[in-house]
């Protein structure tokens, strides 16, 4: 019985050297490293976040901070086109390192993958034709209001205009489009997106955001949960963007001169 207690007491010694003498498991930011870039999950379909232009790729807002992201941790980006429904699969099987889409930040998502400090402080809001006299959110009964396949209405929305048709369109081009052209009543979507296709049609003027209805929306980078190292160093060249005033320019080269109303800031 000694004997075999001795030869146990000395296979456990091994045990422990060897596993002392084994290099820590790399983490994301260590695989992210090593690799040399950053994959980063767009998408072609979400203008100004994240969107195919013609000539040059994919671009957007949520794209330019991505790839200061990576200019962060010394790494190159490399855009990775995926679709609505992909981007919290893509982060759990590691297909992306992050996701940089205008990704809400709810709390449904937030039990399955991990959010960044918020980039982006805009409601969803309706847009509206001025020349309809629609300005309320009760005047959409018995009305066609546009969303986008992968949008839902609100259960207080729903509950206030139980008559309102919802008209799902394939991407924002199409809802607004339908909105220019009086197909539609209403477009819901991000503040800033509503905002950004007014702008871009060249009548800005013809759109009007309703005014008694908002439901409060914050956008961020997606992260595959139980990274904290990665999702730190994410917060912190964030937080450096901020205090460095690059954040702003990035925005108002999207935005301007819709007005910056928020900080990135911890949460």
Do not use: C
Request: hydrophobic share 50%; no cysteine; net charge positive.
């Amino acid at each position: 019985m000694a004997v075999n207690r001795n030869w146990a007491g000395l296979l456990a010694a091994i045990v422990l050297v060897m596993a002392s003498a084994m290099p820590a498991s790399a983490d994301k930011l260590d695989d992210i490293k090593a690799r040399g870039k950053l994959l980063v999950g767009v998408t072609e379909s979400s203008p100004p976040f994240s969107y195919l232009q013609p000539g040059k790729g994919i671009v957007g807002y949520d794209v330019d901070l991505a790839a200061r992201v990576a200019k962060a941790l010394g790494v190159a980006p490399e855009k990775i086109p995926i679709i609505n429904a992909e981007r919290i699969s893509a982060l759990q099987s590691d297909r992306v390192d992050l996701v940089a889409v205008g990704m809400t930040r709810s709390k449904g998502r937030a039990k399955e993958i991990a959010f960044s400090y918020a980039y982006l402080d805009s409601p969803h809001m309706v847009l509206v034709r001025k020349n309809s006299g629609i300005e309320r959110i009760t005047q959409l009964a018995g009305r066609k209001l546009a969303l986008v396949k992968s949008a839902s209405v609100d259960a207080k929305l729903k509950a206030a205009v139980p008559t309102m048709q919802i008209v799902f369109f394939d991407d924002y081009n199409a809802a607004f489009t339908a909105l220019a052209n009086g197909a539609v009543d209403g477009f819901l979507a991000d503040k800033m997106l509503l905002l950004w296709f007014a702008q871009k049609s060249g009548h800005p003027a013809d759109f009007t955001l309703m005014g008694d209805y908002q439901l409060p929306r914050t956008a961020g980078f997606a992260l595959k949960k139980n990274e904290p190292r990665f999702l730190n160093v994410v917060n912190q060249i964030l937080l450096k963007l901020e205090a460095s005033g690059e954040a702003v320019k990035i925005y108002d080269s999207w935005f301007a001169p819709v007005p910056r109303t928020f900080r990135i800031q911890p949460d």
